[in-house]
């Protein structure tokens, strides 16, 4: 077999290959799976959710449209939607997480009565179509042994879903460490390990972690094997199969449910921002709204999107991704934008230290600003500058350039003078380091890389810009 020229999105799978190719995604299935892949695509249960946008839209590629490079391939292609921005599960906040886990299994128990289940089970095969989760992992999608009783992919959706949502909720683990390798998550020993003594103390915790924990550390002494159950009718294993969906559900939904009761401060934000004024507040609101209607992105990166007021300004245009490094913020956003069907998708994620490309050979998933790059006609920085410029230290030359890679069209950026009560809370006291966010060199700067279309100084002394990239 020829080996495909394309840029691989996914190899590990023996059945099928995904590949991007001119912009297109292309899945390469090989010839002693296509039948199944063709069965799996006649599916009622599959059609009906590629229908509804739950599962990632999938058609067959005519030999006319597939790429040279293919001309050879032992096998079938076959192309899938583009989904607006590829998220990881790492940039997800934990309610995102505990959504894609919930598609999962309700995707799981539609697919046992015709036969099918899912050989995997994690994160990686779950994308959200801004605020909804898409499952776009076909190959994983398999016949199932009749009789079986056990869930094959059962061991890796505690550790990939579960196991990593528990965390948040026990210990205040984040997202990003616990799903920096979405395959692989959160084992129930490590997690055993970080709770202690809490994973016997509370009930809760018993079945989910404490026992698994234990069983595992006698399998791995040679206490124990595991072995395939089956049930003496098929009629029967379905029933526990479905019972074993239902009883991951709810335990999802109970460990989802506690994260209610948590706030930050940055979630808490608008009620405490006394560095605005209500004619501050309006001003700006004014002129952002203005400033975006006048851009009219189709795709908005908002940067440092804290309670996502603005993101929802820029979503009545387009399609929005909202970052921000708190994950109550985030998660806030989302239930709003979900609750809305707004456009907006909001990751938990630091533009100073963004998300670094990773996997086999740091191939398999690209860095955030990969992801980024010339992907938007608008990017938003507002009251974010001086916190990279302070917290993260990155010079004012280098945001700006950073951004300018990012944005095919436009800039509204928030100057934020030295002397605001929130600079000088960062700084303390050391002010006189930062000479670059003084108002001429920040505009000099900003002028060198984008040509300023409209200017608004709020009466706090803040000013905005809405700035043009500079075409080189």
Same mark, same amino acid.
């Given at each position: @077999? ?47 959710? @590629? ?28 192309? *899938? ?5 590829? !998220? ?5 906040? &934990? ?28 994160? %990686? ?8 989760? =898409?499952?776009?992992?076909?190959? !994983?999608?398999? &016949? ?26 026990? %210990? ?10 979405? =395959? ?32 595992? %550390? ?10 395939? @159950? ?34 930050? *401060?940055? *979630? ?28 009219? &992105? ?21 399609? =929005? ?13 989302? %239930? ?13 994620? /630091? ?29 938003? @920085? ?77 009466? /706090? ?12």
């Amino acid at each position: @077999m020829t080996p495909v020229a394309a840029s691989p999105r996914s190899f590990r799978d023996p059945d099928a290959t995904l590949v991007e190719h001119d912009g297109r995604l292309i899945r390469a299935v090989r010839r002693h799976a296509l039948d199944g892949f063709r069965r799996v695509l006649e599916d009622p249960v599959v059609r009906r959710w @590629m229908e509804q946008g739950r599962i990632v839209r999938t058609r067959p590629l005519p030999a006319v449209e597939m790429p040279p490079q293919f001309a050879d391939f032992d096998g079938e292609c076959f192309e *899938h939607e583009r989904i607006p921005f590829v !998220s990881q599960p790492a940039e997800w906040a &934990p309610e995102m997480l505990a959504a894609a886990g919930r598609l999962t299994l309700e995707l799981a128990r539609s697919l046992l009565q015709r036969g099918w289940q899912l050989k995997d089970a994690t994160p %990686a095969n779950v994308l959200f179509r801004n605020a909804e989760p =898409v499952f776009v992992d076909l190959p !994983s999608i398999v &016949p199932r042994e009749p009789g079986t009783c056990l869930w094959i992919a059962r061991h890796q959706f505690e550790t990939t879903f579960l196991l990593p949502l528990i965390a948040s909720v026990e %210990a205040g683990v984040p997202m990003a460490w616990t799903l920096s390798n979405p =395959v692989a998550g959160l084992s129930h020993e490590a997690l055993a390990s970080i709770l202690g003594g809490r994973r016997w103390l509370r009930p809760r915790l018993w079945r989910p972690v404490a026992m698994p924990a234990a069983l595992a %550390a006698k399998a791995a002494a040679g206490g124990g094997a595991s072995r395939a @159950m089956k049930s003496t009718s098929d009629e029967q294993a379905r029933f526990i199969l479905d019972r074993s969906y239902a009883g991951l559900e709810r335990q999802l939904g109970k460990h989802v449910a506690r994260l209610a009761k948590r706030s930050s *401060h940055w *979630h808490r934000y608008t009620a405490t921002r006394a560095h605005y004024g209500d004619a501050d507040l309006e001003a700006k609101r004014r002129f952002v709204e203005e400033a975006v209607a006048a851009a009219a &992105p189709r795709r908005t990166l908002d940067i440092g999107a804290n309670t996502g007021e603005f993101s929802e300004i820029a979503a009545a245009q387009g399609e =929005v991704v909202a970052l921000d490094i708190d994950e109550r913020s985030v998660a806030a956003i989302w %239930a709003r934008a979900r609750a809305a069907g707004l456009p907006v998708l909001p990751l938990v994620a /630091n533009f100073g230290r963004p998300t670094p490309a990773l996997g086999w050979r740091n191939r398999e998933t690209e860095s955030l600003l990969a992801r980024a790059a010339e992907n938007f006609d608008l990017v938003l @920085m507002l009251a974010v500058v001086h916190h990279l410029r302070v917290t993260e230290g990155v010079p004012l030359a280098e945001q700006l350039d950073a951004v300018a890679a990012i944005t095919r069209r436009h800039l509204l950026v928030e100057f934020v003078p030295v002397a605001d009560p929130m600079f000088a809370a960062l700084a303390r006291g050391r002010e006189s380091l930062y000479g670059d966010c003084q108002r001429p060199a920040f505009e000099a700067t900003l002028h060198g890389r984008f040509h300023v279309e409209r200017t608004h100084e709020l009466p /706090n002394g803040r000013v905005l810009y809405l700035a043009r990239k500079r075409l080189t």
